[in-house]
């Protein structure tokens, strides 16, 4: 009935803290696993691909982050349960991230930063709070919290899912449906959605293009696009395109197709663009190391895991 710390740069530390909450148990460290069939839990973070799949005896593979993208990229990924990482400290971080990069450009300061640069004194007009639409692509458990957010700073919020959904005072959608009406109607889109097969790439140059424009009237400059969600959900040419010919006033991204994000990306160069070293919401050594022990203890319980994926649908 061992456990396993497979993968992560911090997979030291998970290994350290995890035996330190356990200490009558046989904690292990890849690649150092010993006997295969020992290894029943597993706390994993980008796994190499077909490693998982060497554990005859795994129950449980609890993910290190809230996405799973990095575990279902491997084919052999074995067919047992998923717990996904669910905190209230990753939450409060994500959520201060979106409402930081959200003020930030609706406030305009890469250009007030500019102009500072340049001792330029230049009056910038900005929107009324209420005339700002953020729309919320994903509007799950980090979604919901940032549209909480956003509302308490005066905004309007919309949000986007799969399944339908209801909440005060946010205008709901879902489905294929549902996109054209959410991204018609949105000023500021905030992406936090799984990578999935039906998510990869959606924020490409067509979706930008549908953004509203109307904001320009109330002095926001134009659209703008906040990723917090992964990289592999954006087209980033289209992105540098959309900023080149206006689609697009300004974006913040914590995530990219390559990570560590290339030197020689354009990207980096662009003086409207918000670049993070995907650290929207970093998590706590202790609580990830914490929550992986709660979830065995709950499964030798047999009480229900939480933050169970559904790999049918890839979250
Ligand atoms: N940058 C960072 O530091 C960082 C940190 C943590 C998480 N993240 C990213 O944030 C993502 C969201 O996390 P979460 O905890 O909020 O996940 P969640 O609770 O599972 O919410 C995901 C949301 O996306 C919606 N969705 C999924 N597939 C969709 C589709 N095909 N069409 C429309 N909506 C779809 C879901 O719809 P339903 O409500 O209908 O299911 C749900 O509303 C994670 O998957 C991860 O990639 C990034």
């Known amino acids: 009935m061992s456990l396993l710390i497979i993968g992560s740069e911090r997979a030291d530390d998970f ?3 995890t035996r330190g909450l356990v200490p009558g148990r046989d904690v292990r460290l890849w690649p150092d696993v010993g006997d295969a069939s020992d290894i029943r839990y597993a706390l994993a973070w980008h796994p190499p691909a077909g490693e998982l799949a060497k554990f005859p005896n795994l129950r449980l593979i609890v993910s290190v982050g809230a996405g799973v993208d990095h ?3 491997d084919p ?3 067919d047992v349960a998923i717990v996904r990482y669910v905190d209230p400290d990753l939450t409060t971080r994500m959520v201060q991230y979106v409402v930081l990069m959200t003020l930030f450009h ?15 004194w230049e009056y910038r007009p900005e929107p009324m709070p209420g005339e700002v639409r953020v729309g919320i692509m994903g509007i799950g458990v980090l979604g919901q919290a940032c549209a909480q957010a956003l509302k308490g700073l005066g905004y309007q919020v919309r949000g986007w899912s799969r399944s339908p959904k209801s909440m005060p005072d946010v205008t709901c959608f879902a489905g294929d449906e549902g996109l ?9 889109l905030v992406v ?16 930008l293009a549908k953004l509203s424009t109307s904001g320009r009237h109330h002095r926001l400059p134009g659209p703008v696009l906040i990723n917090a969600g992964r990289g592999g959900l954006q087209v980033e040419t289209d992105i540098l395109d959309a900023l080149e010919d206006g689609t697009l006033y300004a974006a913040s991204l914590d995530v990219f197709e390559t990570e560590p994000l290339p030197a020689e990306s354009p990207l980096w160069q662009h003086p409207r663009i918000v670049i993070t070293p995907h650290n929207a919401a970093e998590s706590a050594t202790e609580s990830i190391s914490k929550y992986f022990v709660r979830q065995i203890d709950r ?6 895991l939480e933050n169970v994926v559904d790999p049918s649908v890839g979250y």
Request: charged share 30%; aromatic share 6%; hydrophobic share 35%.
């Open 15 to 17: 290994y350290k803290m």
């Open 106 to 120: 609706v406030r305009r300061m890469t250009e007030h930063l500019e102009q500072q640069r340049d001792r330029r």
């Open 192 to 207: 936090l959605l799984p990578l999935t097969p039906d998510t990869r790439h959606i924020v490409d140059g067509d979706l």
């Open 299 to 304: 499964l030798e319980a047999g009480q229900p």
């Open 180 to 188: 054209g009406p959410f991204i018609a109607g949105t000023d500021v």
């Open 76 to 78: 052999d990924l074995p």
């Open 71 to 73: 575990l279902f990229r």
